[in-house]
């Protein structure tokens, strides 16, 4: 039925704008709306997109929040609707969005992360609150920006934060190493590698 029904519209990454990078891109003319960057970059431009939620018993129609959340977090939010718990010992990438559905806050039980090679070298990036980082495949800092006063990402604080450069690194270090340890990773690229 329709009125029970959680409805999710978005899309994955940001536009291919007219500022072409490859051939295929050529007579594309995708807007960010003045976000720097675009799709396959870890600018705001590459990664923040509208979303729309229609889900009658919590969210209430015309209702707006600019609380990010991510893909991730419909697997977590679904599960948590159909009262169906994750398997024991299996990573959990996100989290539930019945609280902010439902007008509340929503706790991150981890920072937000992308994993994405770009055409400028970043790799990565780790949102913390409105504290976001690039860093390059290496694990190397590239760019900070506080999303909350620069949302252009115009105003690189790199090098007047090291102490919030360090800390969102280690965030950033400890999810690739979580990505890496993840058991359900593992056995795919067991089966990839067992013989037919």
């Given at each position: 039925?329709?009125?029970?029904?959680?409805?999710?519209?978005?899309?994955?990454?940001?536009?291919?704008?007219a500022?072409?990078l490859?051939?295929?891109?050529?007579g594309?003319?995708?807007?960010?709306?003045?976000l720097?960057?675009?799709?396959?970059?870890l600018?705001?431009?590459?990664i923040?997109?509208?979303?729309?939620?229609?889900?009658p018993?919590?969210?209430?129609?015309?209702?707006?929040?600019?609380?990010?959340?991510?893909a991730?977090?419909?697997?977590?939010?679904?599960?948590?609707?159909?009262?169906?718990?994750?398997?024991?010992?299996?990573?959990?990438d996100?989290d539930s969005?019945?609280?902010?559905?439902?007008?509340?806050?929503?706790q991150?039980?981890?920072?937000l992360?992308?994993a994405i090679?770009?055409?400028?070298?970043?790799?990565?990036a780790?949102?913390?609150g409105?504290w976001?980082?690039?860093?390059?495949?290496?694990?190397?800092?590239q760019?900070?920006?506080n999303?909350?006063?620069?949302?252009?990402?115009v105003?690189?604080?790199?090098?007047?934060?090291p102490?919030?450069?360090?800390?969102?690194r280690g965030?950033?270090?400890a999810r690739?190493a979580?990505?890496?340890?993840?058991p359900l990773?593992?056995?795919?690229e067991?089966?990839?590698?067992?013989?037919?």
């Amino acid at each position: 039925r329709l009125d029970s029904t959680l409805v999710i519209f978005s899309s994955d990454n940001g536009p291919v704008t007219a500022a072409a990078l490859t051939p295929w891109e050529l007579g594309m003319a995708g807007e960010t709306g003045g976000l720097r960057g675009k799709k396959r970059f870890l600018f705001e431009g590459g990664i923040r997109v509208p979303g729309i939620v229609r889900y009658p018993p919590l969210v209430k129609a015309g209702t707006a929040a600019d609380t990010p959340v991510t893909a991730l977090d419909v697997f977590p939010t679904v599960s948590e609707i159909l009262c169906v718990a994750p398997r024991a010992g299996v990573p959990r990438d996100g989290d539930s969005l019945l609280p902010l559905f439902a007008g509340g806050r929503l706790q991150r039980s981890a920072p937000l992360f992308w994993a994405i090679v770009t055409p400028v070298g970043s790799e990565y990036a780790v949102r913390d609150g409105d504290w976001k980082l690039i860093l390059d495949s290496e694990l190397q800092p590239q760019h900070l920006f506080n999303l909350a006063a620069d949302f252009y990402e115009v105003d690189d604080r790199i090098h007047a934060e090291p102490q919030r450069v360090a800390r969102l690194r280690g965030l950033a270090r400890a999810r690739v190493a979580a990505i890496a340890g993840d058991p359900l990773l593992k056995a795919r690229e067991a089966s990839y590698h067992a013989s037919p």
